[in-house]
């Protein structure tokens, strides 16, 4: 059975840092574009980052550039968001995701992933 496992949420000052991973088993994540999203309270769910199955290919919300770096490690089979600079308007809950694709995927749209986690809840607040 496919399943993804966020952690590493928590409650974080402005200007800290936090790491989300998120654990694959009953698969390999070799073959899969995997994703990070978020969705906070009253809004949509939107994507945060993205990274195709070589690991070539990444992008990234506008709003979170040069302060979050998505990372995948085959090895551990698990995915990563590492997260500085944080600010308010980032509380969410983090979900990764993943979907079967061996060719490069330059798409970061919840609606092309398959396999969700269960979030993380991020709240960065002073």
């Known amino acids: 059975q496919l399943q993804l496992v966020e952690s590493g949420g928590g409650l974080v000052q402005p200007g800290g840092s936090l790491r989300l991973s998120c654990a694959a088993s009953g698969f390999t994540l070799d073959y899969y574009a995997l994703g990070w999203f978020r969705q906070a309270p009253g809004k949509e769910r939107e994507g945060v980052s993205c990274i195709d199955s070589s690991g070539g290919s990444t992008n990234y919300a506008d709003s979170v550039k040069g302060r979050f770096t998505i990372s995948r490690d085959s090895a551990k089979n698990t995915v990563y968001l590492q997260m500085n600079s944080l600010k308010p308007e980032d509380t969410a809950v983090y979900y990764c995701?993943?979907?079967?694709?061996?060719?490069?995927?330059?798409?970061?749209?919840?609606?092309?992933?398959?396999?969700w986690g269960q979030g993380t809840q991020v709240t960065v607040s002073s």
């Open positions: 995701a993943a979907r079967l694709a061996r060719a490069r995927v330059t798409t970061c749209s919840p609606s092309f992933f398959g396999s």
